[in-house]
Each structure stands twice: as C-alpha cells, then as structure tokens.
C-alpha cells in the first residue's frame, strides 16, 4: 500500500508563495503517477499538476503553468508543489495523490488515483 502525508499549507497574500510537500511511504511502480489536486467550498475537485515517477515528466493546468512547480526528492520519497504569484482564486484544501499504474490519459482524472492524503488547507488573501 501507498500511504500520503502532506504538509505547508497556511494563510498567503496575494502575490506570495508556498510550498507544499507529499512525504511518499510505501511501493511504487514504474508507472506511478503523483497528483496534486484541489477543491474549493461549493465546487469540485480539480486537477492541478502531476509527475511521473520514474521519468520526471509533469502536467499542469493551464490556470497554473509558469506559476506552480511539481517536483520530488527521491532519496526522502517527497514530492513537492511550489506555488507562486498565488491569486485569490488558488484558495482550496488541496490533496497529494498516487495512482500506480498511470497512462497519459488517466492522470488526468481524480477517480483514477486510488491513494490520498488528508488534504491541506491554502487560503491567498489579504
């Protein structure tokens, strides 16, 4: 089993940044995907970036690209989400998930990963 545990959440102005990380326990395969989603009060969960393990490759929503970095340390199994020029509208929980056995298609999508952590909280406002 795959167990998540995220940290770095808090209270940020806008304009400011925060790092977010995803401490990995647990197997992975070759074909792990790690996404970080995120769900706002009243609406659904989205997508907002992923990584492939084994190759480093990353996806991003287009609302956060050049402004968000997904990353991982693979001596201490982390994955990490650096957001910056962060706006009103990234205020979310936002959740770190696994999916074993990922395609280019499947990453895309939050009911294909089986594992999540508890969620943090990410509040931009002024």
């Known amino acids: 089993q795959v167990q998540l545990v995220e940290s770095g959440g808090g209270l940020v102005q806008p304009g400011g940044s925060l790092r977010l990380s995803c401490a990995v326990s647990?197997?992975?395969?070759?074909?792990?995907?790690m996404g970080w989603f995120r769900q706002a009060p009243g609406k659904e969960r989205e997508f907002v970036a992923a990584?492939?393990?084994?190759?480093?490759?990353?996806y991003y929503r287009d609302s956060v690209k050049g402004r968000f970095i997904i990353s991982r340390d693979n001596a201490n199994n982390t994955v990490f989400l650096e957001m910056n020029s962060l706006k009103f509208d990234d205020t979310a929980v936002y959740y770190c998930?696994?999916?074993?056995?990922?395609?280019?298609?499947?990453?895309?999508?939050?009911?294909?990963?089986?594992?999540w952590g508890q969620g943090t909280q990410v509040t931009v406002s002024s």
């Open positions: 998930a696994a999916q074993l056995a990922s395609t280019t298609q499947s990453i895309w999508n939050f009911r294909m990963y089986a594992y």
């Open positions: 647990g197997r992975t395969f070759r074909n792990t995907a």
């Open positions: 990584l492939i393990w084994s190759s480093s490759n990353t």
